[in-house]
């Protein structure tokens, strides 16, 4: 069985991002780029079915501009087999990339698609859902363990009271929470055979995909500023200001 | 305009946050129905009912529907969507399993966790795990998006008499099986709409420990949260888990301890309306957002402020 990867480039998270003055968008010029913590997820996930023997391949597919090769290297120095690139410019819509993969998924016929829940960056948590639709095949979101026995996969999904599994017929699609495993860290000798490993390149027009979108950003602005509030010396003292100043118990 | 918005409910109880969904419903304006999908959901279906910013109530009752699984629920909305210029959900588990499927169904975009309506076409949310608030307008025939609860006070529960609809039709993809659940058990009120939420983070140490904020909890009347770095080290389960990959809570009171306060947590809860910082490291960026700040160790400062509550 082949397992699909989609992977995205964005903002480290340990960057604290800054709003552009003039409130068109955030500011990523010299800002650290890195794979997104989600992705990296569903490599390992991938990687691990392929240790296993369960799967065979494991492609890494990502949408952008030529920038975002060094988070596939990434993800190829982690142990997928090849990566495929669809040159785009960078911040598609969810429903737009959605539209890429399932094309490109259709010309790989994956068993399986793994990808993160959310991009640390639009938190948007919708192109796992949107790529299921549009293939029409089953999703298992927020994936906390999968299970792939047979043409079924069982995944156990992290929701709002606790966990719930359910059983999916392959080919299937499957979003990874942060539980489901923890990524290895790629080795010097991994990252150079990274280099090495082949990496394809498509463009939208030869998936039949015309790429525009009905959303427009009109502005992004810093949120509403929290200032510190005072230290107080003693728990009696924090109690009496909850009490008397804050009146919140 | 006619408005759609999915009714949160486990098929016996209606969930709170359906009120404050249908509040950013009314934002918008127009008529509003409410779709109940499920199985033996009849009690969600007459609590649905008597809510009067809801015009008609669409009740979807079939065995296909039980565990709301999106590939039969996102159907079943796309069937009804023709009707509707703008379809809400909450951003709960739920709707963000499913809503994304409907919108890629209908082929249009989706707006999510959607915290305030500017006009009927533009909204604001917020991205990079709310260290930006994005204005998004959208040229989309059909409006699909998920609404963060906490944003939108909700409307009243009771006093109407919505027309109740009953749907026949039966979308079951037939791909997916629901096997089981674990529902952690719990007779604290729920974390995203609890009016004052106590959390912990990695300084608790352990789980037991856990025990001491229980107690703090129980005098409150609180909910119990935790910090993402408490649940990967296993001490408490996730689904208390706040912050950016967490729920959103915005209680009167949170009062976070032991908790550093990294970007991701903060996402989670930073729009509370009064923060208590317990903390032991006077650097801890948590103190740069708390109203009330304590250096101290919460294992001796927890103790006593239950003991004073």
Do not use: W
Request: a negative charge; charged letters at 25%.
């Amino acid at each position: 069985m082949k397992v699909l990867v989609a992977v995205k480039r964005v903002i480290d998270y340990n960057v604290k991002v800054r709003v552009k003055a003039d409130n068109s968008d955030v500011d990523l010029a010299n800002v650290k780029m890195a794979l997104n913590p989600f992705c990296e997820i569903a490599i390992e996930e991938a990687v691990r079915l392929k240790e296993a023997g369960v799967a065979d391949e494991v492609v890494v597919v990502s949408i952008g501009s030529k920038s975002c090769e060094e988070q596939m290297r990434t993800a190829l120095a982690l142990g997928a087999d090849r990566g495929v690139r669809v040159d785009t410019g960078d911040g598609l819509d969810s429903l737009s990339v959605a539209k890429l993969l399932a094309k490109v998924v259709e010309k790989e016929a994956p068993g399986l698609v793994i990808l993160g829940k959310q991009a640390i960056d639009s938190d948007n948590n919708q192109t796992g859902q949107m790529l299921a639709a549009l293939l029409d095949r089953p999703q298992g979101t927020f994936a906390s363990k999968v299970a792939v026995e047979g043409d079924k996969v069982q995944v156990t999904r992290e929701i709002d009271g606790g966990l719930q599994t359910v059983e999916l017929l392959m080919p299937a699609i499957v979003t990874t929470d942060l539980r489901l495993n923890e990524p290895r860290y790629a080795s010097l000798p991994n990252i150079m055979k990274a280099k090495r490993k082949p990496l394809d390149l498509l463009t939208p027009d030869e998936l039949g995909v015309a790429v525009s979108s009905n959303l427009t950003l009109l502005s992004v602005e810093p949120p509403a500023e929290r200032q510190a509030g005072i230290k107080v010396s003693s728990v009696d003292e924090l109690v009496e200001k909850l009490r008397n100043e804050a009146k919140v118990i | 305009m006619t408005i759609l918005v999915i009714a949160e409910h486990d098929n016996n109880e209606l969930k709170p946050v359906t009120l404050n969904t249908l509040s950013a419903a009314q934002a918008i304006g127009g008529d509003i129905h409410l779709l109940v999908a499920g199985s033996g959901c009849q009690s969600v279906a007459d609590a649905a009912a008597q809510i009067p910013a809801v015009a008609q109530v669409l009740v979807a009752d079939n065995d296909a529907y039980e565990h709301q699984l999106a590939e039969n629920v996102s159907k079943l909305v796309q069937s009804l969507a023709a009707s509707y210029s703008h379809i809400l959900g909450a951003s709960t588990t739920t709707a963000k399993n499913m809503l994304p499927r409907v919108a890629a169904l209908l082929d249009v975009n989706q707006l999510s966790d959607v915290m305030a309506i500017e006009s009927s076409d533009t909204f604001k949310r917020p991205i990079y795990a709310g260290n930006a608030i994005a204005t998004v307008q959208s040229a989309d025939a059909i409006k699909v998006m998920t609404v963060r609860g906490t944003a939108f006070d909700p409307v009243e529960g009771a006093g109407g008499s919505a027309e109740v609809v009953s749907l026949s039709e039966v979308c079951d993809a037939g791909s997916s099986r629901f096997i089981n659940e674990e529902i952690a058990v719990s007779e604290r009120p729920e974390l995203t709409a609890a009016s004052i939420v106590v959390s912990g983070g990695r300084g608790m140490g352990n789980g037991e420990n856990f025990e001491l904020l229980n107690k703090v909890a129980d005098k409150l009347g609180a909910a119990v949260g935790a910090s993402r770095a408490a649940v990967d080290a296993g001490f408490v389960p996730n689904d208390m888990q706040v912050g950016q990959t967490g729920k959103m809570v915005a209680p009167d009171l949170y009062i976070a301890v032991g908790i550093s306060g990294a970007i991701q947590h903060l996402a989670g809860m930073k729009d509370s309306k009064i923060i208590v910082a317990i903390n032991k490291d006077e650097d801890a960026p948590i103190f740069q957002v708390a109203d009330y700040g304590l250096v101290a160790d919460l294992f001796e400062a927890v103790p006593e402020l239950e003991g004073k509550l």
